[in-house]
């Protein structure tokens, strides 16, 4: 993706490798998702989630959206991003911490048209993803065994 100014940016901690967060969170192929693929997306929206294509990039079908989700993964670079709407692309990067990983969660605005609507639409975003990566925290952790937080 080009450089682009992110609409938000959420910042983690996890007491773990970097490696071993990098794995958990790309570990990702066709089929059901769950705790062992496609772990950030395993208690979302849609709990019978299916991803098809691979190995990098991904589609599930989504109810309410038309045109589903679109998951990419670059394993080499411990990067994973979900794509879905018109507008809403979310990118997140383990990078090594002091203490273990950080985690890092990207908002961008990747509207082709009417992008001057998507300051209206995406208005509260950046508390929502708070919400979405304390939950992920939770998850890990508890995966993990070990302790992880909001920066």
Known sequence: MAAKKPLC?????VEA????VAA???TVSAGPVGPDNAFFLATGPDPAMQLRGGPNEFRAALAGSPNGIRVEVDRAQAMLAVEGQWWF????????????SRVTQQVFNVATSRRWM????????????RMSMQRLLE??????GCSAFLE
């Open 9 to 13: 940016t959420v910042n983690a901690v």
């Open 139 to 144: 998850r890990i952790s508890e995966h993990l």
């Open 118 to 129: 998507v300051p209206m639409i995406a208005r509260g975003v950046e508390g929502k993803q």
């Open 24 to 26: 958990l969170l790309t």
């Open 17 to 20: 490798p970097c490696g071993v």
């Open 89 to 100: 692309r979310a990118e997140c990067r383990v990078l090594p911490h002091p203490k273990g």
